[in-house]
């Protein structure tokens, strides 16, 4: 697979225990007890659309729901509500990671912005339809902040498979 | 699952369960967050120290003279009840517990303790600090419990207007502050009132101080919109006193049910 669909850079395949243990650290980092500072980015939401962008075999809406479960359980919040946003935005990623893939990672972090909004979105109508109140529109920065790490995210997670075998330097690897 | 969750509780074995497992890896995460804290604390300045010595070094001459007196009024009091015949007050059981951290979730006020079902916390328990009530514990973990603010907004608490004996029931309205609901639009209620616990629920102890009326609206139709704030530090309170009663409340007196005549 390629970094994306236009470049002619060739990367060596994922390892599926290092997506696994990614998405762990993400928990770990959601557990970090920030209380009700805004702007801080959803890892979990966030590292889910990334792996299921980038390998839609490995991470779909079984990864979601078990890692929304966890979240819940570990904020608190009500049992399933994390599980259900997580649901939806696999399936939303697993679907345009196909188009999303042909771009930059600059302009993929547009596109993965919506996504991640969307599962704030389905968090507050589900907790307001239980009688909660409104977090405040700064809830919303979270997702902005979990867009901008995107390219950040791309290297970093990446890394493990920009890792050629021996080096040659004929070889596109 | 949402609805089993948010409706009928019945999720909480998993919740429970889960929790447990997941215990190491949230203290894992809170390190960092704990260090921060700490390190802020260290370089707290000195002045700041100091103020608040001399203002407890006040705080601590202003209670012995009360002190002084309570072994007395205390002697009085068991005379004056035992001639009157009255029932012991309630006997309390108190636990002080810290606050670990406040809860991620954004959609409730809530703290979480570092007192369990392992200390004898149970549901239901009041919170308190030294100013007034705190919250209530509404989940309880074997080494952590979950503590709903009064500023959440489905926590209610059945409170009586210290000054007229009015009785009402204070919610959450957001923003730090409280609303005391379903009072008359005519009810004798201004703003500087304090209220305090009721003690009708079985649940609080009764004369807790609550919250202080800040505004009292009455140009709504049938009830008046009172706006309180609480007494207590809700929400920045780091040591806080969970209370319970030492024997369990009196059963609720069920009349019997009338025999149809015929």
Known sequence: ??????????????????????????????????????????????????????????????????????????????????????????????????????????????????????????????????GAEFPGWGYFLSSVSGALLWLPLHFVLLLPQFQPEERDDNRPI | MLVADLHFRYLEVVRQTLSVVLYPVEMAAATPAEFVSNASKYFATLIKVQRENREMRRKALADAERLLRQTDLEQENKRLRGLMAMSERISVTSVAADVLYEARDVFSRKVIVDHGSQQDVTAGQVVVDELGVVGQVTRVYPIQSEVTLLTDKAQAVPVRVERTGQRGVVYGAGEGMLELRYLLANADVQPGDRLVTSGLDGLFLPGLPVAR??????????????????????????QVLILGRAQPAPERQVPPPATPKD
């Open chain 2, 213 to 238: 009326v800040v505004s009292v609206n009455r140009e709504l139709q049938a009830f008046a919109q009172i706006v309180c704030e609480p007494v207590a530090r809700v929400g920045h309170a780091a």
């Open chain 1, 1 to 130: 697979m390629q970094p994306t669909h236009r470049s002619r850079r060739i990367l060596r395949p994922v390892r599926i225990w290092f997506v696994f243990l990614s998405l762990f650290v993400a928990l770990l980092l959601s557990y970090i007890p920030t209380g009700q500072l805004p702007g801080v980015p959803d890892w979990v939401a966030l590292l889910l659309a990334f792996w299921s962008v980038r390998e839609r075999q490995v991470v779909g809406m079984g990864t979601g729901f078990v890692f929304g479960v966890l979240v819940d359980i570990g904020h608190g919040a009500a049992m399933g509500q994390h599980a259900l946003a997580y649901v939806l935005l696999t399936y939303a990623a697993n679907a345009v990671s196909r188009r999303v893939l042909w771009f930059a990672p600059v302009q993929q972090s547009v596109q993965i912005l919506p996504l991640l909004l969307g599962v704030q979105l389905v968090m507050v109508v589900v907790r307001m339809l239980a």
